[in-house]
């Protein structure tokens, strides 16, 4: 099925590349996919987000309208796009900046302390990378040898010293996601 | 070539310079920055020569030159900077020069806003600039398919001696798909019209559109409109999606033909059996392809799906010709309809069918 994927979150916090990144690997995994970066008027400080499609039949409209997940980075992306999951719909929520719980009752919601997690590993940044670990634990959209992969295609040889905490932050993710399932 | 992602902007630039374009000139808007950016970065590593004109005007009028001393150029703008561009663009086409000019369409009128539109269907077939006149009019709708139509859009150019347009929209110019660019043979054709430096005992060359002479010019479009014959004879191009058995055809192009795709599978599953006439070259119109589904007996209507409020649907109308009805359903000033919102359009047009 079709992996139909919003990301979320304010300018900074690595929304976009995060859905490269996931695109990336999903098209080394010989799938159909599609990015498409919101592109308004937007501020500094202000919301980004991205559409990413993951699919083995052809993509149709890059625009998620109708969302199997959804991660938000912060609470206006999660007020702007929880209605905008399916029903059992897959959300991700950063906790760390996020106070609220999704309204409804019909998603599979995960709350996440990115940012914390971010934080113990010694750098900030890879926030984003937790939340994805999340959301790759829980739907298998890609696999993680794809992952690295990628991360290694977009961080380019400069940067290859950020691969391990990057790796590791793609780990805390899923282990965090794992035994939240296994307490409920 | 294995595939690699890209953001359609940077692959058109991409494409453009593996078709052997190596003079870029443009001025910068939203949202199609990425190509001049590309451009400035990747040209003078090959040899070539971008230059961030102080206007759209000039820019184009720095292809118009470039072409006349017969350099593969290309120029690319939004909606506002195409408008200002038309006077050249229509010289380009009177001195019959090849070039490509790439629009990546943003909602209008005026400035308007920076998301994707397709209203500028009328400017891009229609004429634009003054005079009669045509040119090829390119609209892909996957990056793959800019990439592709981007190289073969410099070819037409060259062989009809007449500049062609590729129609994006913001959407298209904005996301990223995987693309491979094929190994081409890259042929420059002689170009023995080009002003580059008389040569002792060489005849002058001239590039000119001026014919004060009525009969001249009269004789002069004459002859530009043999050239769009073989243009309508060779160059159509146009893809039928599910069309046999299909009740309703919708008919789009770009950003709106993959939303129509969309709206087809969703209406599969509730029975409702629709096909799509995807127009990928929107001059020459593929009004026989059309006609001859309008002619079908499990054709009930059309649909014109469009991010604008009703352009090609006339084209449409025209090559439908009465025979079924043709409706229309569009979104306008950089909204993208849903698949949702179109398939209650056709549920709407079946109760009245």
Redesign the interface.
Known sequence: MAQEIIISGFGGQGVMSMG?LL??AG?LDGK??????S???EMRGGTANCSVILADD??????V??ATALIAMNLPSLEKFEQALVPRGLLIVNSSLVNKKAKRDDIDAYYVPANEIADQLGNFRVANMVMLGAYLEKTQAVSLDSVMKSLREVLGPSKEHLIPINQKALERGAQLVTSIHQRV | MA?V?MKGNEAIAEAAIQAGCRYFFGYPI??QNEIPAYMAKMLPKVGGCFIQAESEISAINMVYGAAGAGARVMTSSSSPGISLKQEGISYIVGAELPCLIVNIVRGGPGLGG??PAQSDYFQAVKGGGHGDYHMVVLAPASIQEMVDLVMDGFDIADRYRNPVMVLGD??LG?????VEFKERDIVLPEKPWATTGNKDGEPRRIINSLFIDAQALEDHVHKLYRKYDEMKKNETRVECYNCENAEIIIVAYG?TA??????I?MAAKEGINLGLIRPITLWPFPDDTIDRWAEADHTKAFLTLEMSMGQMVEDVRLSVNGKKPVYFYGRTGGM?P???AVLEEIKKIREVM
């Open positions: 490269q695109t990336y098209m159909n996919v599609s990015w498409l970066p592109y308004g008027p052809m993509i149709g409209s890059p625009i309208t109708e | 595939k992602l939203t949202p920076i998301q913001g959407m904005q996301m990223m798909e995987p950003t993959r939303i129509a795709k969309n709206v599978q993208v849903t698949p949702r």
